[in-house]
């Protein structure tokens, strides 16, 4: 047994602001295209985006400079990153370093995963931004 009071350690400084508890599904969605849905969490230095692939499914080829983790719950996706293609299912999970090329589709069935991008990913910032901006209906 390793020694879990550093890590469970109570007196590291004062908190900015307060924690907050968060239903995955009352997020407004964001479609960010046909068959891509995005529910994203966002901290002051991580973001945390719940992702949606219906079937035949997309997300096109693309590189950022956020350090990105992919965790996929459900179904299956393919992911190329910068040439290497594979199919992943539910508890795998791909690190992505920043400007890593990638991209991601699904085929017959949908998926559905989590993206953690640290530091929050900006052109997901400024989508919520604007959903946040845009009328209600």
Same mark, same amino acid.
């Given at each position: 047994m390793t020694d879990t009071d550093p890590y469970f350690a109570t007196d590291t400084g004062l908190?900015?602001?307060?924690?907050r508890? =968060?239903? +995955?599904?009352?997020?407004?969605p964001i479609e960010i295209l046909p068959g891509l849905v995005f529910r994203p969490v966002a %901290? *002051?230095?991580?973001?945390?985006?719940?992702?949606?692939f219906?079937?035949?499914?997309e997300?096109?080829?693309?590189?950022?400079?956020?350090?990105?983790? =992919?965790? +996929?719950?459900?179904?299956?996706?393919?992911f190329?990153?910068?040439?290497?293609?594979?199919?992943?299912?539910? %508890? *795998?999970?791909i690190h992505l370093p920043p400007?890593?090329?990638?991209a991601a589709r699904t085929h017959?069935?949908?998926?559905?995963?989590?993206?953690i991008f640290a530091p929050p990913r900006r052109a997901l910032v400024a989508l919520m931004e604007a959903a946040a901006e845009a009328p209600q209906e």
């Open positions: 908190a900015a602001t307060t924690g508890f =968060v239903e +995955v599904a009352a997020i407004d %901290g *002051e230095r991580v973001l945390v985006n719940f992702v949606h219906e079937p035949n499914t997300a096109p080829m693309h590189d950022h400079e956020e350090e990105q983790v =992919v965790v +996929v719950l459900e179904g299956e996706i393919e190329d990153v910068d040439g290497d293609v594979r199919t992943l299912r539910p %508890g *795998e999970a400007h890593v090329p990638h017959d069935t949908s998926c559905s995963e989590m993206d």
